[in-house]
């Protein structure tokens, strides 16, 4: 065969070769969040909190003695991208793990991908109770899924005075898994549901369910949705002077945006949340919270942003952790790490125990959950 | 009885912001037969714009509204002179994928220099909404209509009662002799689509301090857009007017009576009847002849 002929395929070879060599000297963690579209606040601030982490770590020396890097793509708050996204990040970047993909939808459509190339994921924000319940064993999780969030607002109901509530939450497995889960706490516990209205994730008019609820003779209303959409429903709701005790789920309402986009129209809200930034101190680790929150005002972000930045910031520490623990950067070796990961994160104790069917398991972490409220135009917790 | 005034009150006020970009489109759509896919994008325009000159810039808030119509009037000349100009007499497929492009560029460009987090316009008006017995609804919104109302008025006689709107019907039926009884038909090009995406972008500017601004506002804007021009007939002002309100009215009482969560699919569903039934569109012939 003439050297012509041979030239490019051995240097094809070469190539191939120099690629994952070149890779060995970082650790790669892929970050599928959405950066544009009606998610892009929330996914946006969740990737700034992912660099502060993975920074933290890298001036400490990195993990298993090489820097991490992050791949991160933008899943255009879009399920079909989503799963696009994850391929490219497993395939073309070779990322042994990934953290993702903000929203339950996004999430749920990235779940297959795991299973075909067998790569662990670590989700960060997604509620939805199917992403740790379908016997993916790839998944592992540390927000609270909606049941855990009712289930913790459970004894709040009664000191609250609640008695009929209707449900607002917006069109996607997130929306109405939180309206099923919270509908179903507050049922045991003999209060009355009423409607449960929905929004799509783009919607900016939400007049017409808005003029619904205001109807009724329910006491409460509890919203599910992301902060620009919370926003719109409180500046509507004003408008139309529905008055209602007001209760948001999900913790991506970043009150501190709320209360400056909304303004008065927010005022009385209330709204579970899984990270107390206005009380460092009374974090679960307080020095940890003041490194972070110093860090995140050091780079010139919102404050508001931290509420769902911080679980950017605990998701790469606990995908880190799994890291050390295996030894190596295989998806295999990591997979089985995260279920002995052990630390404490900005809202508790980050540990993983067993969710979904047997043989087949997800990895759930319980954090703590706290309501809050707008008042006087100031945030505090409630204290019940 | 009154969650249906609501309704009512609620599909009015979204009513004119569809009128409004649905007038943009018929001139550009149906008169020039531009298959215009940068109109969404101008309606997001309008409303960045809106947001620059009310914070950035520090305008006053009815400074800003003007400022936001001409900087769009300014774009859409602009998007003629260098796209459209050079491409007059080519066939409708080129055009069609040279606006696609400019669409791209346009919402690409404004997620490069502005980012994908949403932005609020301050409104001037009180937060506490008017209320008339169980009705209520917001001075902001009030403005809206009242603001949408009069340009749509102003439109409609600016086309059908001036001579420049004369020229245009005159230049768009039949241009050779347009351009025989001395009528300037390269000005009338240009006008016609400045007006068109001046219109679309004070559509933007409306309700961008109503809802929140974002590069892809834009894109289910354009798509109600076309719906509307197509349910009101191509080229017809009335037409747009009209179909607006029926867009609006189907979708609030869609997702008030009916299931919010099909809102959307409400809208369509009519135009669909209607279409079966008048496959021209509402006012179509009428409109045309004269």
């Known amino acids: 065969m003439p050297t012509h002929r041979i030239a490019p395929i051995a240097a094809l070879a070469l190539g191939l070769l120099a690629g994952p060599a070149a890779a060995e000297d970082v650790i790669k963690i892929g970050v599928n969040e959405p950066l544009t579209g009606p998610f892009a606040a929330s996914g946006s601030y969740v990737v700034n909190g992912a660099k502060i982490a993975a920074d933290e770590i890298n001036a400490k020396g990195g993990v298993l003695g090489k820097k991490i890097q992050l791949i991160i793509e933008d899943n255009k708050s879009n399920p079909t991208e989503a799963a696009s996204v994850a391929e490219k990040l497993i395939t073309s970047d070779q990322t042994p793990v990934m953290m993702g993909a903000w929203g339950s939808s996004l999430t749920l459509a990235v779940l297959p991908k795991l299973e075909e190339y067998e790569v662990p994921m670590l989700v960060e924000t997604s509620s939805s109770g199917k992403i740790t319940t379908s016997g993916n064993p790839f998944v592992f999780r540390i927000s609270p899924p909606s049941a855990l969030e009712a289930e913790s607002f459970a004894p709040m109901v009664d000191k609250l005075g609640v008695k009929k509530v209707d449900f607002l939450v917006i069109n996607n497995d997130w929306g109405r898994g939180a309206a099923a889960d919270f509908g179903k706490m507050l049922r045991g516990k003999g209060v009355e549901v009423g409607l449960t209205e929905t929004m799509d994730a783009g919607a900016q008019d939400m007049n017409a369910q808005l003029a619904k609820i205001k109807g009724t003779d329910a006491d409460t209303l509890m919203i599910t949705a992301a902060v620009d959409q919370l926003t719109l429903v409180f500046k509507q709701m004003a408008a139309m002077g529905v008055k209602k005790r007001v209760v948001t789920t999900g913790g991506s309402q970043n009150p501190d945006q709320i209360l400056a986009q909304a303004g008065s129209a927010a005022e009385k809200t209330m709204h579970l949340t899984t990270f107390l930034p206005w009380a460092p101190d009374k974090t679960p680790d307080p020095k940890a919270t003041a490194y972070f929150l110093g860090e995140w005002k050091n780079r010139g972000y919102p404050f508001a942003g931290s509420t769902e930045s911080f679980r950017g910031y605990d998701g790469i520490r606990t995908i880190a952790a799994a890291i050390e623990k295996a030894g190596s950067a295989e998806p295999k070796a990591i997979q089985k790490a995260f279920w002995d990961v052990r630390f404490t994160g900005l809202n508790g104790p980050i540990a993983f125990t067993k969710a979904g069917p047997e043989g087949k398991e997800s990895g759930q972490s319980k954090p703590g959950v706290y309501l809050i409220e707008i008042a006087d135009g100031a945030i505090g917790e409630v204290k019940l | ?290």
């Open chain 2, 1 to 290: 009885m009154d969650q249906f005034l609501q309704h009512l009150v609620n599909a009015m006020v979204l009513g004119g912001a569809y009128a409004l970009l649905g007038i943009g489109l018929t001139l550009i759509f149906g008169i020039m037969n531009v298959v215009n896919f940068t109109h969404g994008a101008l309606y997001t325009f309008g409303a960045y714009a809106m947001f620059i000159a009310s914070t950035a810039l520090g305008l006053n808030f009815f400074v800003a509204l003007p400022f936001a119509i001409v900087a769009g009037l300014a774009l859409g000349a602009a998007i003629e002179l260098t796209l459209l100009r050079p491409l007059r007499g080519a066939d409708i497929d080129t055009t069609m994928l040279v606006m696609i492009g400019a669409g791209i560029i346009l919402q690409s460009g404004t997620l490069w220099a502005f980012g994908g987090v949403a932005k609020a316009i301050p409104s001037p008006f009180p937060d506490a909404p008017l209320t008339l017995g169980s009705v209520s609804i917001s001075w902001l919104r009030l403005f809206v209509l009242v603001a949408a109302a009069t340009l749509i008025a102003v439109a409609y006689a600016l086309i059908n009662g001036s001579r420049l709107g004369r020229a245009m019907r005159a230049t768009f039926q039949d241009s050779d002799a347009a351009a025989l009884m001395g009528v300037n038909v390269r000005f009338i090009y240009t006008a016609t689509f400045a007006l068109g995406s001046s219109l679309s972008a004070a559509a933007g500017a409306l309700l961008g301090p109503v809802y929140v601004v974002f590069p892809q506002m834009g894109d289910l804007a354009a798509v109600k857009a076309f719906a509307i021009v197509i349910l009101g007939g191509l080229g017809s002002i009335s037409g747009a007017t009209l179909g607006g309100f029926i867009l609006a009215l189907a979708e609030e009482f869609g997702a008030g009576y009916v299931s919010s969560g099909y809102r959307d699919a409400m809208g369509f569903l009519i135009i669909i009847a209607v279409l079966l039934a008048k496959p021209t569109g509402l006012f179509a012939r009428a409109e045309r002849v004269g």
